[in-house]
């Protein structure tokens, strides 16, 4: 099983949608999550960062971490086109200075 | 005007070359990371260096070497012994040290590299 395990399906929604992303992990020592995004041909850029369980929320985007059942999501309100990219989770903890990173999910919002 | 930089933004090279991929960074960051990106893959982790003269493998360093002999750069070498060295390689840079578990991690714009 793979520390982080994120379904890398294209997801395509209409312009105003809601997205809702997902990512589930193996490793209960993760203590530090985040949500990056990758527009095509460049580098990934954090978007979120979670320290343990709970929400947190910046504008149209809402980050949570569920740590008893090993879930972390990404939420975003009012989807735009420029929202178009690919989101990687990624996490941290136990000790190392290594981060986990899932496969990425791209997503393209249709005006 | 702080930041990482990659170059090049593309490169070729021939079978059976070494070729050298450069990361430089002013962000007077400690810890550096090459990642190899593949379609569907997501990011895998190369070689890492938490601090300046040391480095660790990442979870697919065969066929890639790297140096550290400065803070601000870390070249990664593509040797011919990668087998299959068309990808995305992704620099990257944190504050995190040795017993800091915290790690935001800083993107260069990345280079794409292909084999002909």
């Known amino acids: 099983q793979k520390e982080v395990e994120q379904d890398p399906g294209p997801l395509s929604v209409p312009e105003g949608a809601i997205v809702s992303l997902n990512c589930t992990y193996s490793n209960s020592a993760f203590q530090y999550f985040m949500w990056y995004r990758q527009y095509s041909r460049k580098g990934p850029e954090l978007l979120m960062y979670?320290?343990?369980?709970g929400n947190k929320e910046d504008g149209r985007f809402t980050a949570q971490v569920d740590k008893s059942s090993k879930y972390i999501s990404l939420f975003i309100r009012d989807s735009q086109p420029s929202d178009s990219a690919t989101y990687l989770c990624?996490?941290?903890?136990?000790?190392?200075?290594?981060?986990?990173f899932g496969k990425g999910n791209q997503v393209v919002v249709i005006p | 005007d702080g930041g990482i930089t990659q170059s090049p933004k593309y490169l070729f090279r021939k079978e059976g070359q070494n070729v050298t991929l450069s990361c430089e960074q002013n962000l007077n960051h400690d810890a550096m990371y090459w990642y190899r990106q593949d379609p569907g893959q997501g990011l895998r982790l190369i070689y890492y260096s938490q601090i300046v003269n040391d480095f660790q493998k990442g979870d697919i360093a065969e066929g890639y070497s790297v140096s550290r002999e400065k803070k601000e750069s870390f070249p990664l070498t593509v040797t011919s012994a990668q087998k299959n060295p068309t990808a995305f390689y992704l620099c990257?840079?944190?504050?995190?040290?040795?017993?800091?578990?915290?790690?935001?991690?800083?993107f260069g714009p990345g280079t794409r590299l292909t084999v002909l």
């Open positions: 979670t320290y343990s369980s």
């Open positions: 990257a840079s944190s504050t995190a040290g040795r017993r800091s578990s915290y790690n935001e991690q800083f």
């Open positions: 990624a996490m941290s903890g136990g000790g190392n200075n290594r981060l986990a």
